[in-house]
């Protein structure tokens, strides 16, 4: 079974990188008092943020592919460096679902799955499918 | 199985606020008082009581949001206010739960539960909450279930001897000297000066052919030894062991009592372990290295303080005997000269400790006596080191089947490894020059854990070990 990231998991890291874009250039833009130039440095980070939001970010979770078979759950991801995280499910101990403010208003969870000293998480899903992946992992393992 | 929510105690409140009690709770208590008894008001007070009402507003909301549900065969920690986390845990996927009452937590009812996996970071627990002392043992029994316990108690004196030979002077000025200067601060007295002061006047008065400098290091890491049996001894007095079948529960602690439950099956390896000291008074301790242990230093919990090797056999026999391995054991060849290759090494050690000292008393003779001094503790080390060797002579042992045991040597700790073949992390298997003359080898088994216990063996058999390896492990390729 091969799933990818909802639409909505997109337009969340939009606009989380923006919001964090926005709070870097309005930091440095409080401090143009005492150089001007600074100024010119905060457009640049907002619009280098714009860009970054608008090109890059759609690309990379466009790029994400989740797959389950009888025996593990693979995630493939990346433009530049593609990398794949493959866990057995016999070597998964357990797993956890996350929710922000922002997030649980767009109905997703991300899903940190752990094992003994490492872990894999899983971006934003839907929350039913979430739901869903915590009860059937669990199945999973012990078949 | 009925479902059960367990909430967290309230005393957790103040663990949550305990990073902010000293930078703004006590800042605007000694500004209230300030306001009471001068009238003085501080300037940021205003600001104070905003930060103190929203850091109060989002540590109520964590600890509300807290709670444990306890299903089939599975708990949910549920937590986090802003930020929410679920996770679900299966009973089998628990190594252990740890759970401790200090001073405070005995006053208010709750004790500090903790919940620990094979996922969680090294030293950390995974999850820890304050809970009501009643809850915690419902909380327990429902994931290790109810079931007769042998206990196995042991007396103040087998712990006095186990802090004794398990303490080190290094733990005692790690600990102690933290403790001194916290002290003097608060005190407002040097107390580390005044200690050095009696020490030196102290050691002054001993008269004997070292320089005076030994005198006073000695008494100084005497005193923190000292200082380490004692925090030994309080916190392993009250030791209990508790077996059941499937199930192991140790006791232990005066001030803050601990008690740690795991399941038999979550042990990855037993250990019978003799630390120098141990070797002078005869005596083992056994250990069980348990999954995800938790904030334990190495995973590692003390089955049996200390006992001698039989009485602790007929304990591991007893409490632990899926671990015995069957089959016949490999042991290195009984004969003078194989004796003569173990005592190679220590022979040659003592030869050239010997020879440097002799070197620098000519090259430095005004250090002559400080060169004797640490010439006697480097030959004294050496004839342990020689000790060990004759024990892994004649003790040293090798037994593969679907259990495992290496008996062996761990640095300079005499060491009986008992585990089950699937935890078998590494087998190395090493030959020198002299091995390879006469077939022989040193095998070295570290087991898949944390703590990644290891034990070794020198000059067995080459031909033997790689057939039983080769037969234990279906290796079809030449090795």
């Given at each position: 079974m091969t799933f990818t990231l909802p639409k909505r998991t997109r337009i969340l890291w939009q606009i989380r990188i923006l919001i964090a874009f926005a709070a870097l250039g309005a930091a440095v833009a409080f401090f143009a008092?005492?150089?001007?130039?600074l100024l010119f440095l905060a457009a640049i980070i907002v619009i280098f943020g714009l860009v970054f939001v608008i090109t890059y970010v759609p690309f990379f979770f466009k790029s994400y592919k989740i797959m389950i078979d009888k025996s593990s759950i693979c995630i493939t991801k990346g433009i530049l460096i593609k990398t794949t995280n493959i866990m057995p499910f016999p070597r998964l101990v357990f797993a956890q679902s996350f929710t922000t403010p922002l997030s649980s208003i767009l109905k997703l969870k991300c899903v940190m799955l752990k094992a003994a000293r490492g872990w894999i998480l899983i971006p934003e899903l839907k929350s039913t499918d979430v739901d869903y992946l915590l009860e059937n992992l669990m199945v999973k393992r012990n078949d | 199985m009925t479902n059960k929510v367990y909430k967290a105690h309230p005393i957790m409140l103040f663990r949550i606020i305990k990073p902010f009690l000293f930078v703004l709770f006590i800042p605007l208590i000694r500004a209230i008082i300030q306001y009471i008894t001068k009238g003085e008001i501080n300037g940021l007070l205003a600001l104070e009581i905003l930060c103190v009402v929203f850091i109060s507003t989002i540590t109520v909301l964590r600890w509300r949001s807290i709670s444990l549900n306890v299903e089939q065969e599975k708990i949910t920690i549920k937590k986090g206010f802003l930020i929410k986390s679920c996770a679900v845990i299966e009973f089998s996927r628990i190594s252990s739960v740890i759970v401790q009452q200090n001073i405070v937590d005995y006053v208010f009812g709750s004790v500090e539960c903790s919940i620990n996996t094979e996922a969680g970071m090294p030293k950390k627990s995974d999850f820890c909450f304050k809970l009501r002392k009643n809850d915690a043992k419902q909380f327990y029994e429902q994931i290790y279930g109810e079931e007769n316990r042998e206990t196995i108690k042991f007396s103040p004196f087998q712990i006095a001897i186990l802090a004794a030979t398990t303490s080190s002077a290094f733990t005692g000025m790690i600990v102690g000297v933290p403790i001194l200067n916290q002290a003097s601060d608060l005190l407002g007295v040097a107390i580390s000066e005044m200690l050095l002061n009696e020490i030196n006047h102290v050691s002054s008065k001993f008269n004997n052919i070292f320089p005076p400098i030994v005198n006073t290091v000695t008494l100084i890491l005497l005193i923190a030894y000292f200082f380490a049996f004692m925090i030994s001894f309080v916190k392993n007095i009250n030791f209990k062991l508790e077996s059941g079948k499937e199930t192991a529960e140790v006791q232990s602690g005066f001030i803050t009592r601990k008690r740690i439950l795991f399941k038999k099956s979550k042990i990855n390896n037993i250990c019978f372990e003799q630390t120098p000291l141990m070797r002078v008074v005869k005596k083992y301790s056994m250990i069980a290295s348990v999954g995800g242990y938790g904030n334990a230093r190495g995973e590692k919990a003390v089955v049996v303080p200390i006992a001698s090797h039989d009485e602790l056999e007929k304990h591991f026999k007893r409490h632990f005997k899926h671990f015995k391995p069957h089959g016949k054991p490999i042991k290195p060849k009984k004969s003078l000269f194989n004796l003569n290759r173990f005592l190679f090494l220590p022979a040659i050690t003592a030869l050239f400790i010997i020879g440097v000292s002799a070197s620098i008393v000519i090259i430095f003779p005004y250090f002559d006596k400080l060169t004797l001094f640490l010439t006697v503790i480097a030959l004294a080390l050496d004839g342990y080191y020689a000790s060990v060797c004759f024990n892994n002579y004649k003790n040293g042992q090798l037994c593969l089947s679907d259990s495992v045991l290496i008996s062996g040597s761990a640095g300079f700790n005499v060491r009986k490894l008992y585990c089950d073949k699937s935890n078998i992390g590494v087998i190395k298997i090493s030959q020198t020059l002299p091995d390879r003359r006469f077939k022989t080898c040193k095998v070295k088994i570290t087991v898949r854990s944390e703590s990644a216990d290891s034990a070794r063996v020198k000059n067995l058999d080459l031909n033997t070990v790689l057939q039983i390896i080769k037969k234990q492990f279906n290796i079809e390729y030449d090795v």
């Open positions: 008092r005492y150089a001007n130039w | -």
